[in-house]
C-alpha cells in the first residue's frame, strides 16, 4: 500500500492502461503538453506524444463525435472535459449516438468510450462551472455513471471504465482531488454496481455520494462522541446502482439518511428513497430523509456558494432529527 492523491490515483490508472493497450488515447482541451487543468494527463504527453494525448478546440460536440465513431471502430477514447459543464455542447451526440449505438446495432457494435471530467460546488468555480449533472446522466438508458470519493476507488474504477465495451461517465468531484488515501502497488479493478461500506454502524445509515462522503464522516465522527453510531454508505456508480447494500443496511439501522450534494428534485436521493421504499418499507422504523444542495444556480461568493450545500453541522443536524423521529 502506498498513499496516493486522488489525482495521482487517477493519472496512475491512465497511464497503466494506455501501456497495456495502445487502442486507449486521449483528447480534451488542455491535455497535451500542459498537462490537463486538474492535472489528469501531467506527464503523459511526453511519454506517450501528440498522436495519444491530442488538445483540441473548444468544440465539445466535435470532438464527442469524433470519439464516438473512434470507439466504433476499434478505439478506447477517454474524453476530458476538463469541468464537466462543457459536455452539455455536446449532449444531443452523447444521448442520441453515444448511448444508443449498441442498441441499434442489435449488440454487435461495441461503445469502449469514457468521459470525465470535474463536477461540484467550490472553489469559487460559479455558475458554469460547478455541475453535477449525475441524475440527467443516469436517466439515460445505455451510459455508466461512476462517481468515486476515494484515491482507492478512483484507480480502480477508472482502470474499469477505460476497459469497459459501454459508455462510461466518470466524474471527479473537485474538492475530492487532493484527498490522499491508501492504494495497493497490485493491479486491481473495481466492478460497477458494488457499493462499499465506509463506516459500520447501528444507529442510522447515511448513504452519501462523492465529496458528501468526506463531510459525512466528519459528521460522524462528532457524533460518536455522544454514543451516537452511523453507518455511512458510498454508492461509488450511480448507475448501475447498488441498492442491496443499502437495503441491507437499512435492515440493520432501521432509518435512512441521504445525502448529495446536488438538487433534490428528480434526483439521485429520490430514486435510493423510492427504491428503498419499495423493497425495505418494513424494515424501516422512521419516514427517509434527504439533505441537498439549495435548488439555485451556485453563486460565486465564498460565503453564498458555502451556504448552497450540506457540510458537517448541518449534516449532523439531519442525522440527529432522523434519530428523534
Known amino acids: 500500500m502506498r498513499e496516493l492523491t486522488f489525482s495521482t490515483a487517477t493519472r496512475e490508472a491512465l497511464t497503466e492502461e494506455m501501456e497495456r493497450d495502445p487502442a486507449v488515447f486521449v483528447m480534451g482541451e488542455g491535455i497535451g503538453e500542459r498537462g490537463g487543468n486538474w492535472g489528469t494527463t501531467v506527464g503523459l504527453f511526453e511519454r506517450f506524444g501528440p498522436m495519444r494525448l491530442r488538445d483540441t478546440p473548444i468544440v465539445e460536440r466535435g470532438f464527442t ?3 464516438t465513431g473512434a470507439a466504433l471502430v476499434g478505439g478506447r477514447p477517454v474524453v476530458d472535459f476538463m469541468f464537466l459543464d462543457f459536455l452539455l455542447d455536446g449532449m444531443g451526440e452523447i444521448i442520441n449516438q453515444t ?23 467550490g472553489h469559487s468555480a ?3 462551472h460547478s455541475g453535477n449533472y449525475y441524475p440527467m446522466l443516469a436517466h439515460v438508458p445505455g451510459l455508466r455513471v461512476v462517481v468515486p470519493s476515494s484515491p482507492y476507488d478512483a484507480k480502480g474504477l477508472l482502470k474499469t471504465a477505460i476497459r469497459s465495451n459501454d459508455p462510461v461517465f466518470f466524474l471527479e468531484h473537485k474538492s475530492v482531488l487532493g484527498v490522499k488515501g491508501q492504494v495497493p502497488d497490485d493491479e486491481y479493478l473495481i466492478p460497477f454496481g458494488e457499493a462499499a461500506v465506509v463506516r459500520e454502524g447501528r444507529d442510522a445509515t447515511v448513504v452519501a455520494i462523492g465529496w458528501m462522503v468526506h463531510q459525512t464522516l466528519k459528521s460522524c465522527d462528532e457524533l460518536a462522541k455522544d454514543g451516537v453510531s452511523i453507518e455511512v454508505i458510498d454508492p461509488r456508480t ?9 437495503l441491507a443496511s437499512v435492515k440493520k439501522t432501521g432509518r435512512l439518511l441521504i445525502v448529495d450534494e446536488d438538487y433534490g428534485p428528480c434526483s439521485v436521493g429520490a430514486e435510493i428513497a423510492a427504491q428503498v421504499t419499495a423493497k425495505g418499507f418494513d424494515d424501516l422504523d422512521a419516514p427517509i430523509m434527504r439533505i441537498n444542495g439549495a435548488f439555485t444556480p451556485v453563486p460565486y461568493a465564498p460565503p453564498l456558494e458555502a451556504a448552497v450545500v450540506p457540510n458537517p453541522t448541518s449534516i449532523a443536524l439531519a442525522i440527529r432529527d432522523l434519530l428523534a423521529e
Open 238 to 246: 450511480i448507475s448501475p446502482l447498488d441498492t442491496d447494500t443499502m
Open 65 to 67: 463525435g469524433l470519439c
Open 126 to 128: 460559479a455558475t458554469h
Open 99 to 121: 448511448a444508443k449505438l449498441q442498441y441499434m446495432s442489435n449488440g454487435r457494435l461495441t461503445m469502449p468510450i469514457v468521459f470525465r471530467g470535474c463536477i461540484g460546488v
